[in-house]
């Protein structure tokens, strides 16, 4: 088979990517190794109001339930509810969703070769896909998009991996006591090192998972369900459903291009540094990888070329990705003491009008800038050895 680009990984940013340039007039094939797209999916499922407008996608029949309000646990365990009295947030069946954009790239012209799976490359001025389990055992290309995950093949075989690095998850879904139109987030070294565990409501059922960078992220979240003083409670142990573990990625580690190759999506470690959420940025960056890449197949689309594609992306997202790694690496360095007396800062009126006022629950970077420049005052009030401990990443450049 003979196609311009062939797209591995038929997830959201694969299907945006490959509906963009099958728009355009090019021929596109999109490599997924699964029976049905959009199973299995390993995620929370919240995509911001704001961010589906601006994708200019509708909210369909995928929609599970609003989020108004996020409900925070510290450490201390005692609770910190957030809200603007808006719907700020939707809850969405990853699964019905993905099928959606699956649709609308073969309406555009894509071809979907499923049950197919990207086994290697061979790069060069042909690269060739090599197939296995379709009726296809190879697609000669022009271009090679990967969008195959953390863990990306097309990566490894690029050499685009060598600074990779991640989160390990772990997600169930299971009857619980929770808000239909609040999330909450819960914080603790003990189950959720560098990260924080989660409750969202999902239809009938609720997503609990959780992110770790240490140890065995299925261990911690039955831990988790079955001891935490507070979500063990509103959890049903009995009708647990559903599992799963994966990799989260972290931006900025890992190049997101090379001669005739690029990455789209999670295999980019495009997603937002302090939640991880990867389907609003997988699939804007994914918007702009579709305009390089028809571009740079106006000749032959080298490295030299999809470097626009590199800048394009450090130009939209740059500044959240760069504040939201910074903020990280003083959250991963917090110990459960720290992130109580953070807490106790949130629950005083003026930082939660501040919080409201510059959250943007899509684009993190503009209450990061605001609370940078309230820093010195807030850091004032956690204590000398505090200010010490963090001021370093703060004003690092």
Not at 119 to 143: A, C, F, I, M, S
Not at 315 to 337: S, Y
Request: net charge positive.
């Amino acid at each position: 088979m003979r196609a311009d680009v062939a797209v591995v990984g038929g997830g959201p940013a694969g299907c945006f990517v490959g509906e963009a340039l099958a728009k355009r007039g090019f021929e596109v094939a999109i490599v997924e190794e699964h029976a049905e797209v959009g199973n299995p999916a390993c995620c929370a499922g919240i995509v911001g109001v704001d961010g589906l407008q601006e994708l200019k996608i509708k909210p369909g029949k995928w929609v599970l339930g609003k989020l108004r309000r996020a409900v925070f646990y510290p450490p201390s365990n005692e609770p910190i509810e957030l809200t603007r009295g808006k719907v700020e947030a939707f809850v969405i069946d990853r699964a019905t969703f993905d099928r959606e954009l699956a649709r609308k790239a073969a309406k555009a012209g894509a071809t979907l070769l499923m049950r197919t799976r990207c086994v290697g490359l061979k790069l060069g001025r042909e690269p060739v896909v090599r197939l296995k389990g379709g009726g296809e055992t190879e697609v000669r290309t022009r271009l090679v998009i990967g969008a195959d995950g953390p863990a990306s093949i097309v990566a490894r075989e690029a050499g685009l991996l060598k600074t990779a690095r991640y989160l390990k998850c772990a997600q169930l879904e299971t009857i619980a006591e929770v808000r239909a139109d609040a999330t909450e987030l819960y914080f603790g070294s003990s189950f959720a090192p560098s990260f924080f565990a989660w409750l969202t409501p999902a239809g009938d059922l609720c997503r609990v998972g959780l992110g770790t960078s240490q140890g065995d992220a299925l261990g911690k979240l039955l831990s988790f369900v079955g001891t935490h003083p507070a979500a063990s409670t509103k959890i049903q142990p009995s009708k647990i459903l559903n599992l799963c573990v994966g990799l989260i990625p972290e931006p900025l580690t890992k190049k997101i291009y090379a001669d005739r190759v690029m990455l789209v999506g999670d295999a980019a470690g495009h997603v937002k540094p302090l939640t991880r959420g990867g389907i609003y940025v997988g699939l804007s960056c994914a918007r702009l990888a579709a305009e390089v890449a028809a571009d740079a197949l106006g000749g032959e689309p080298t490295a030299k070329k999809l470097r626009a594609y590199e800048q394009a992306v450090t130009k939209r997202f740059g500044r959240e990705f760069e504040l939201g790694t910074r903020a990280c690496r003083i959250f991963e360095r917090m110990t459960d003491g720290d992130l109580n007396s953070i807490f106790e800062l949130l629950k005083r009126e003026d930082v939660q009008t501040l919080v409201l006022k510059h959250f943007d629950f899509d684009n993190h970077d503009k209450l990061l800038r605001a609370l940078l420049s309230k820093a010195p005052g807030l850091l004032r009030s956690l204590g000398m050895k505090r200010i010490l401990k963090y001021s370093r990443y703060l004003l690092k450049p």
